[in-house]
C-alpha cells in the first residue's frame, strides 16, 4: 500500500502562486510513476503533470506549460506542483497519484493510488 496525502491549496488571485505538496508513505519503493491531476465541476480528470521517481523526463499538460513544474524530494519522498501565473480556468480539486512499478502515465485509470485532493480556488 501506498499513502498519498495533498496540501497547499487555498484561494488565490489570478497571477498569484501557489505549491501543492504530496506526501506519499508506505511501500513508496513500489511506486515509480507520479501525477499531478486536477478535476473541474463537469469536467473529466485531467493530467496536468507527471514524473518519475527514478529520474528522466517529465510531463506537462499543453495548459500548464512554463506555469506549472513538478519537482520531488526524492529524501522525503514528497512530490510537489509549483503553480506560477495561476488562471481563473485553473480552478479546481487537484490530485496526486502513484502508479505501481512502473514509469508515469498521463491516463487516470493507470493510476493505483490516489491522494484524498486539495481544492485549488483562483479569482479573477
Known amino acids: 500500500q501506498v499513502q498519498l496525502v495533498e496540501s497547499g491549496g487555498g484561494l488565490v488571485q489570478a497571477g498569484g502562486s501557489l505549491r501543492l505538496s504530496c506526501a506519499a508513505s508506505?511501500?513508496?519503493?513500489?511506486?515509480?510513476?507520479m501525477g499531478w491531476f486536477r478535476q473541474a465541476p463537469g469536467k473529466e480528470r485531467e493530467c496536468v503533470a507527471a514524473i518519475n521517481w527514478s529520474g528522466g523526463s517529465t510531463y506537462h499538460a499543453d495548459s500548464v506549460k512554463g506555469r506549472f513544474t513538478i519537482p520531488t524530494d526524492n529524501a522525503k519522498n514528497t512530490v510537489y506542483l509549483q503553480m506560477n501565473s495561476l488562471k481563473p480556468e485553473d480552478t479546481a480539486a487537484y490530485y496526486c497519484?502513484?502508479?505501481?512499478?512502473?514509469?508515469?502515465?498521463?491516463?487516470?485509470?493507470?493510476?493505483?493510488?490516489w491522494g484524498q485532493g486539495t481544492q485549488v480556488t483562483v479569482s479573477s
Open positions: 508506505g511501500r513508496t519503493f513500489s511506486a515509480n510513476g
Open positions: 497519484a502513484a502508479r505501481l512499478g512502473t514509469n508515469y502515465r498521463t491516463d487516470a485509470r493507470s493510476y493505483d493510488y
